[in-house]
Every structure is written in structure tokens, then in C-alpha cells.
């Protein structure tokens, strides 16, 4: 099962992905029609074949999101490159656009996807300022157009084990503050076993995929509640962790 699991996975994601390649340097019109099909109707699919032949669920809290407002800026944990098919999936029917490496422009078919979806690619190498002009030409851009809902990683990277990491400061405090928005803290877990071909083929068995809206914040007025919410967000993410990890193997709880 291991085997076909993974057959099915290639085929589903091979298709979309080498057409996105061969419209990319030709067409933005249809580099970006195949990108929005990856993230609207290939994740369906590849959550279904994990489903059908590894039990492993994508669990999606609804009731939390009645907490969100219009439009919102999304702190989240991070775990693997599907949380961001999972957060497109999650906030499907908004502009979900992500504060990302601009590393990931080597990863076959995740950097065109992002780059023709115009999500924030910030630069990994040169001077901060560079990054922090970066992300307010974005925020500029999300002010522009109400329908995009900004998500930013304040740990910077993916967690492996699925620890929480460290968070970091600069980008969602220069970010908040040129989009004034009000800060939906979230929170998903089981991205880390769908990290590496080992956790897909051995491990991954009865398990689930989760995502939750936790709180919703009022856009912070100044610096000193921009602190207080980056302070209060790992706790709430570290809660919510716990006690999904304490359900019981085959649960579906979210």
C-alpha cells in the first residue's frame, strides 16, 4: 500500500506541476491557472489518496473561523511546504498569500507556484533593509486588495519533530505594521510527518493533518502589543499541540 500510496501521489501532483513548468516562462496567464489548479484541486486530491490507503485525515476547525474578521494577518507554526496547501485550503475563497524564503524559487514547482501567485518572497541573502522593503511593498499591496489574507511563519523555518520553535520578531512587526491588520493566531500539526519520503512510506498511519484558529487579536495599536501578542501566541500554539497530541490514535477531534 506504501507503494501505490506514493504512485498516486506522483500522478496526481506530476501532471498539474509539469504543465505549470512548461506555462511558466511562456504565459503568467497560464502558469497562474495551473497554479491556482494545484492549490484548489490537486490538495483535495492528495489529502483523498492519504486518506483512502494511509487513514491519515486533513481535519480542518470550522467553528473557530466564525472568530475571524474580513480581512486578517495569519501567525502560524510551521511544519512542512503543505502547510501552505492547507492554509489555501483553509482560507479558500480569500487571496491567501504567503511571507516565504525566496530559497524556495530552487524547489521544482513550489517556486513557480509562489512566484506566479505574486506571494511575498523575501530575500535570504543581503541587507535587512532589503527584507524589511520587501515586506512593505507587500503590505502595500495587501492594503490595496482586501481580498488577500497575509500568512507569516514568525519561526522562520520548518520544524522537522514538530517542536515548536523560535519566534522571530522583525518580519511580523514590520509586516503588522504596514497593514494595521487584526492577528489571527493559528496552529496546525502532523505537516512534519509528510515532510520526507521515510514518515510517508513507514510512519504515517491513522494519523491527521490539523489546523485551528486559536485567537483572533485587534490590529495592535504600537510596539508594546505587537510584543505582547508574539509573547501569547507560542503558549496558545503550544496548548493546542498538547493536547492534540493527547487524543487518541484514530482520533478525529479537532
Not at 509539469?18 to 496567464?29: D, N, R, V, W
Not at 466564525?66 to 511546504?81: A, G
Not at 502547510?83 to 480569500?94: E, K, M, R, S
Request: glycine fraction near 6%; hydrophobic fraction near 45%; aromatic fraction near 12%.
Amino acid at each position: 500500500m506504501s507503494f501505490i500510496t506514493l504512485l498516486l501521489v506522483l500522478f496526481a501532483i506530476g501532471f498539474p506541476a509539469l504543465m505549470l513548468c512548461f506555462t511558466y516562462p511562456l504565459s503568467h496567464k497560464w502558469a497562474l491557472f495551473w497554479s491556482n489548479y494545484i492549490t484548489t484541486h490537486t490538495d483535495r486530491l492528495f489529502f483523498a489518496i492519504f486518506k483512502r490507503y494511509r487513514g491519515f485525515h486533513l481535519l480542518m476547525d470550522e467553528e473557530s473561523k466564525k472568530l475571524l474578521p474580513p480581512q486578517f494577518l495569519v501567525i502560524s507554526n510551521h511544519q512542512s511546504l503543505i502547510d501552505i496547501v492547507v492554509y489555501l485550503n483553509y482560507f479558500a475563497g480569500t487571496k491567501v498569500r504567503f511571507v516565504a524564503k525566496d530559497t524556495l524559487n530552487d524547489v521544482p514547482m513550489v517556486g513557480k507556484m509562489l512566484r506566479s501567485q505574486e506571494h511575498c518572497l523575501v530575500p535570504r541573502s543581503g541587507s535587512p533593509s532589503v527584507a524589511m522593503k520587501t515586506l512593505e511593498k507587500f503590505g502595500t499591496r495587501v492594503n490595496a486588495d482586501k481580498s488577500i489574507t497575509p500568512v507569516i511563519f514568525p519561526e522562520g523555518t520548518r520544524s522537522k519533530d514538530g517542536k515548536l520553535g523560535k519566534f522571530y520578531s522583525a518580519g511580523f512587526r514590520r509586516l503588522e505594521q504596514t497593514v494595521r491588520l487584526p492577528v489571527a493566531v493559528c496552529v496546525l500539526d502532523g505537516g512534519w510527518k509528510l515532510s520526507d519520503l521515510k514518515h510517508i512510506l513507514g510512519s504515517l498511519r491513522s494519523g491527521a493533518y490539523r489546523v485551528k484558529v486559536l485567537k483572533v487579536y485587534d490590529a495592535p495599536a504600537g510596539k508594546e502589543e505587537e510584543k505582547k501578542i508574539l509573547e501569547e501566541a507560542p503558549a496558545l500554539m503550544q496548548a493546542q499541540l498538547d493536547a492534540w497530541r493527547k487524543l487518541p490514535a484514530g482520533s478525529l477531534d479537532v
